[in-house]
C-alpha cells in the first residue's frame, strides 16, 4: 500500500509526539474492518476516515431509516431506503479521497466471517449478541484485535479484546443471554448523543492500537453513564479458570429462590442496580444502588450473608458481583427481573 498522504490534512495529530510521521504511516497502511454502520458506527467510522486509515470495511445490510436519524449522524432524509453500507461508503470516500473505503452490504455470518483476516483490527459496532459471539470467536480464531462498544438507553460500553493474547469478549460474558432477556435499542430506547460518545472512544481506541500509543482497554470494561456523566472500570482477566466461570453463571437464581429464601427466613439483602427511575417504574422490592454507585457503597453489604444483584438483562447484576467480590466475605448471586 501506498505510504504517502497529505500532510496539511494530518498536520494537527502529527504535531502530537505519540503519533508523528511514523504513526501516521502505520494509520495509512492500516485495515480496520467495521462491524455496523449505526448509531456507534457512524461516528467512528468519520474519525477513522479522519484519522487517514488506508483502508476501512463496512458490514452492515440494514437499510436507512426514519428512526435512525437522531443518532447517526452519517445519514439524513433523503438517504432512506439505501443500504447504510453504501451510503456511508460514499460519504466517507467523498469526506477522505486519500483512502479506501469497501462497502459489504451483507449481514455477517459464519459464512463470510473470514472476510476478517483481510483486515488488521476489527471493531464491532453490532446491535445483537449472535453477531457479538460471531465477530468475538472470529477474531480469536484469526488473531486480531477487537475493539468493542454496546449503548442501552442512557449507558454504554467500550473495551478491547484478544490484544496480543489478552482477554476477550466470553471472559465477560461466557454465553449470550436468552433472546427473551435482550432488548435492543428500538425497543428500550437511546438518547442520540450516546452513539456519539462510545463511538468517538472506540475510534480513539482503535487509532492508539494502531499507533502503538497509550494503553488501550484491554482487560478492562469501560462504563460511561449519560444520566450524570459517571463512568466505572472494570478489570478483568482472561477466562482461563473454568471453575471461576461455572461459579458466575451457576450463581444466577430466579424468583421461585427468592420466594423459598423468604419461607425459610434466610438472611439475604436484595440490591436493585438499575437506575433510579427503572427501579421507581418497576421493582420487586430490595434497594436501590445503581451500578455507578456501588463501588462508594460496599461497606453497606457486609452486614449479610447473602447479596442479591438484580436488573432487567443480567449484566449489570453480573458486573456488580465482579465489583463486591473482591470484598465481600459471604455468597454473590445475580437475578434478572421481567
Known amino acids: 500500500m501506498d505510504t504517502t498522504f497529505n500532510f496539511k490534512r494530518y498536520s494537527r495529530q502529527m504535531s502530537l509526539d505519540e503519533i508523528g510521521i511514523t504513526g501516521q504511516r502505520k494509520l495509512t497502511t492500516a485495515s480496520i474492518l467495521v462491524i ?11 474519525y477513522l476516515a479522519g484519522a487517514g486509515v488506508g483502508r476501512i470495511g463496512i458490514v452492515d445490510h440494514d437499510i436507512v431509516e426514519e428512526s435512525n436519524l437522531h443518532r447517526q449522524i452519517l445519514y439524513h432524509t433523503g438517504d432512506m431506503g439505501k443500504l447504510k453500507a453504501d451510503v456511508a461508503t460514499a460519504k466517507l470516500q467523498l469526506f477522505n479521497p486519500d483512502i479506501d473505503v469497501v462497502s459489504y452490504p451483507f449481514k455477517l455470518s459464519t459464512e463470510n466471517a473470514s472476510i476478517v483476516e483481510h483486515y488488521d483490527l476489527v471493531i464491532d459496532g453490532s446491535d445483537n449478541f449472535p453477531t457479538r459471539y460471531l465477530v468475538n470467536d472470529t477474531c ?11 449503548i442501552f438507553q442512557f449507558e454504554g460500553q467500550v473495551s478491547v479484546f484478544n490484544l496480543n493474547g489478552g482477554p476477550s469478549y466470553r471472559s465477560i460474558y461466557p454465553e449470550p443471554p436468552l433472546p427473551e432477556d435482550t432488548q435492543n435499542c428500538g425497543e428500550a430506547g ?83 442496580v438499575r437506575e433510579t427511575y427503572e427501579f421507581e417504574e418497576h421493582n420487586i422490592g430490595g434497594i436501590n444502588i445503581p451500578l455507578y454507585e456501588l463501588n462508594n457503597r460496599l461497606t453497606e453489604l457486609q452486614d449479610h450473608q447473602r447479596i442479591v444483584f438484580c436488573c432487567t438483562m443480567g449484566k449489570r447484576s453480573k458486573m456488580a458481583m465482579q465489583l463486591a467480590k473482591p470484598t465481600f466475605a459471604g455468597e454473590l448471586f445475580s437475578l434478572i427481573i421481567k
Open 140 to 150: 480469536v480464531k484469526l488473531n486480531r484485535p477487537l475493539v468493542f462498544g454496546s
Open 190 to 272: 437511546v438518547i442520540g448523543t450516546l452513539p456519539g460518545i462510545i463511538g468517538s472512544i472506540m475510534a480513539n481506541e482503535a487509532i492508539k492500537i494502531i499507533c502503538g500509543f497509550g494503553t488501550p482497554l484491554s482487560g478492562k470494561l469501560l462504563v460511561f453513564n449519560t444520566l450524570n456523566n459517571e463512568t466505572q472500570l472494570f478489570i478483568f482477566a482472561a477466562a482461563e479458570d473454568k471453575k471461576q466461570l461455572q461459579i458466575e453463571t451457576t450463581n444466577e437464581i430466579g424468583l421461585a429462590d427468592l420466594a423459598q429464601w423468604e419461607t425459610e427466613q434466610h438472611d439475604y439483602l436484595l440490591i436493585d
Open 36 to 46: 455496523g454502520a449505526g448509531g456507534l458506527g457512524c461516528p467512528l467510522l468519520m
